[in-house]
Antibody, heavy 117, light 107 residues
Framework: EVQLVESGGGLVQPGGSLRLSCAASGFTFRSYWMHWVRQAPGKGLVWVSRINTDGSSTNYADSVKGRFTISRDNAKNTLYLQMNSLRTEDTAVYYC??????????WGQGTLVTVSS | DIQMTQSPSSLSASVGDRVTITCQASQDINNYLSWYQQKPGKAPNLLIYDASRLETGVPSRFSGSGSGTDFTFTISSLQPEDIATYYCQQYDNLPYTFGQGTKLEIK
């Protein structure tokens, strides 16, 4: 079964850091581009970042550029999102997703990041 | 950025009804459009990709159509388990962008 499982969310103070992980199983992880998408409480879906198959190319939403870093370890079948200088507006459920020509399937179950003092 | 305008924002319909949601892109997206279903507390689930292709395992009552900038998502006969929020998404250009969502309720 193709599966993605996120971890690493939690409560953090403004200005703090957090690293999210996304463990992949059931498919050849190194063959797929991967993305992070977030959803603030009660709001819609917003693209955050993407990474190519070998990690040599990354892209970010303007709102997180310079603060977030996406990376992957293909030997461990794991995707990461390092989040620094967190702001209250970064509060959201963060989903990792495998892309197939741009559409997302599957998605992980999501991990909640709450930025609050 | 490409803006995706989805309508309506909410919809109430009866079991068995035909339901239609529209999504308009601010520029031609070359049919690089997906539709997702999201149930409360759950991750989104891919239903339609490339504007009209049904994802494997998705019931045939779901369909998508359109081209260029104007797209339509249809449920041919609404079932109780279809209660969810539906989103369109363009993947023609980064940043990939989503419509604001359509919350579907049973009348």
């Amino acid at each position: 079964e193709v599966q993605l499982v996120e971890s690493g969310g939690g409560l953090v103070q403004p200005g703090g850091s957090l690293r999210l992980s996304c463990a992949a199983s059931g498919f050849t992880f190194r063959s797929y581009w991967m993305h992070w998408v977030r959803q603030a409480p009660g709001k819609g879906l917003v693209w955050v970042s993407r990474i190519n198959t070998d990690g040599s190319s990354t892209n970010y939403a303007d709102s997180v550029k310079g603060r977030f870093t996406i990376s992957r370890d293909n030997a461990k079948n794991t995707l990461y999102l390092q989040m620094n200088s967190l702001r209250t507006e970064d509060t959201a459920v963060y989903y990792c997703a495998r892309t197939r020509r741009g559409s997302y399937f599957p998605w992980g179950q999501g991990t909640l990041v709450t930025v609050s003092s | 950025d490409i803006q995706m305008t989805q309508s309506p924002s909410s919809l109430s319909a009866s079991v068995g009804d035909r339901v239609t949601i529209t999504c308009q892109a601010s520029q031609d997206i070359n049919n690089y459009l997906s539709w997702y279903q999201q149930k409360p507390g759950k991750a989104p689930n891919l239903l339609i990709y490339d504007a009209s292709r049904l994802e494997t395992g998705v019931p045939s009552r779901f369909s998508g159509s359109g081209s260029g900038t104007d797209f339509t998502f249809t449920i041919s006969s609404l079932q109780p388990e279809d209660i969810a929020t539906y989103y369109c998404q363009q993947y023609d250009n980064l940043p990939y962008t989503f419509g604001q969502g359509t919350k579907l309720e049973i009348k």
